[in-house]
Structure formats: C-alpha cells, structure tokens
C-alpha cells in the first residue's frame, strides 16, 4: 500500500509582481495611491447615501450603497498585505492566511457579480417596465436582493475552499501573484489537479460567464427600449452611459472568465490581468456607477455645505426636521425610484 502523502507546507512565498526593487517602488507607489482613492471614493458614496434619506429610500442608490461596501472589502482583502510586501521584501505568507485570502476573495467576488446582475434589473424592470417597478423593487426585494448576493458568494466560496484547504501540499510552495488564489495553489498539491480544475471552471467560471451574459442581456434591452421611445437625445446618452458600464464590466468579468475558464493554461500575463478584478474594478465602480450622477452630485454638494456651516441657521430655525432615521425607513419610495434608475442614463 502507498502511504497517504501528508502535507509539510506551512507557508507559501508570493513571488509578487516583479523582483526588480525600482519595479516594486514604483508598483508601491501606484497600488497605495489606487487604494486610497478607492476607500475614500467608497467610503464618501456610503456616507452620502447614508446621510441623504431620500437616496436611503431609492433602491437604486440602496443597492449601490452595498456595491460601495463590496469595492472596498474586495480591495482590501489583498492589498495591505501587498503594499507591505512591496516595501518590506517579505513575501511569505502562512498556510491558514492564505486560505484566509482564498475565502474572501471568493466571497466578496461572488457577491459583487451577483449584486451588479441584480442592479442591472433594478435599471432594467424601471426602464423597460416602469408601471411594475413599484412591485418588483420593493424594499423587502431589494433586501432580498442583497440578502441572496451574500448568500450566494458564501456558497460559492465554501465550495472553493472546501476542496483546497484539505490537500496535501509537499513543496514547491511559491506562488506565482501577490495574493493567493485557487488556480495557482492546486497546481502545488501533491495530487492531480483536473479534477480540482474541473470544479473550478463548474463553480467560478461558470458563476463569471452566467453572470456577464445576463448583464449584456439586461443592457441590450435597455438600450433597445430606450432607442425605441427615445430615438435621438435619449438614445446617444442611454448608449455612452450603457457604453462606459460595459467597459467596466468587462474590465472586472473579463479576466474572472479567461482566468477560470481554462483549466489547463497558465500565462504569464494572468497576475497582471488579476489586478483588474481585484483593485482596478473597485476603483472604477463609484466613477461609473455614482460620481457622475446627477442626484448624487447634488447630495454631495448638500452634505458639504450643512458640515461648512453654511445652513446652521436654516437648520437651528428648523428643528422639526431633524426626523429620526426610523421615521424616514419607512418612506421608502420605489415609485419615486423609477426617475433615479432612469436618472442613471443621463449623466452629465
């Protein structure tokens, strides 16, 4: 009888992005200043939808506002630990924190697809069935929504993890990116990987796919209805805003897709297109999705002027309305909402 190989790996090396020490500088460099950017561009979205009830209220900017906490989590379950790499040259990384990296990695991806999948009917029920949008995007659905995303993404990565975390590891041990994943740790397991392969396409890659073509799906109605009742002024917006979506989507599913859809390839390039899905998207998203809307920009001109001081008077001659957050709950309005979704094709 073979005696069952037992696994001697404690840790894994990240071999990083480059071994060149002015590489790592610069890539220091780039990768802070997108992290910071996307905390505070995040950040700044949930503050405002937080602070501004009436966007609370709007299943749109509901919604969003999860996205918002969904960026930044996927932003951040890599690269702090990245940037000190850069500096400190220790690139090891122990055995559970890697699996640590893998699980939410997993989790905050799948949910982010599922959540993008449900944003884009919030915009395409409101678009091409204004007259249902009222039942079909209650707050119990929304919520709903957002409760089956989170659901979805752990589901999806106990299913990763509960494959990986048990084999057996017996050398080598570096990882070929700055972060852990499951394409590259199989491939350094003391057992054959296909099958380890083929529930990586069936689970992640399938996930990816499926979600991509309902998103096309939904932007092509939109676009298609939108032409057809709005032929001229509506249709070249509805199209450069659906254009700018796609692009971004692209950015983030693209590399998802080609990276676990295949099986058996490894290129070289596949850390680099890593870097689009894990830092690059969550950057994008509030530029695409929030920063150039219109409500949204005028939400934000409001929040700063009420912290410069600027309505102190207004505000102390107007007690009453210093409504308790309760209160406001329960005005939730997704008739109202139908103008934001549809305010989401006409940025300026």
Known sequence: MKKERESTVTEFVLLGLSPSWEMQLFLFIFFFLLYAVTLFSNFLILLVISKNHHLFNSPMFFLLSHLAFLDICLASFATPRALLGFLTQHQAISFPSCMTQIFFLHLFSGSEMLLLTAMAYDRYVAICHP???????????????????????????????????????????????????????????????????????????????????????SYGLIMYTVRSRHPSEGSSKAFSTCTSHLIVLTMYFGPCIFIYLRPHARFIFDKVISIFYTTVTPFLNPAIYALKNKEMKAAMGKLVVRHSGQVSAQVHANPAGKLSWWRHKRNWCPRRSVLNSVSLLQIV
């Open 131 to 217: 007259l249902h949008y009222t039942s079909f995007m209650s707050r119990c659905h929304c919520m709903g929504f957002v409760a089956a995303s989170w659901a979805g993404g752990l589901l999806h990565t106990s299913v990763q993890l509960s494959f990986t975390v048990n084999l057996p590891f017996c050398g080598p041990n570096q990882i070929d990116n700055f972060f852990c994943d499951i394409p590259l740790v199989i491939r350094l397991a003391c057992v054959d990987p296909y099958p380890l392969e083929v529930m990586m396409v069936t689970n992640s890659g399938i996930l990816s796919l499926v979600c991509f073509v309902a998103l096309l799906v």
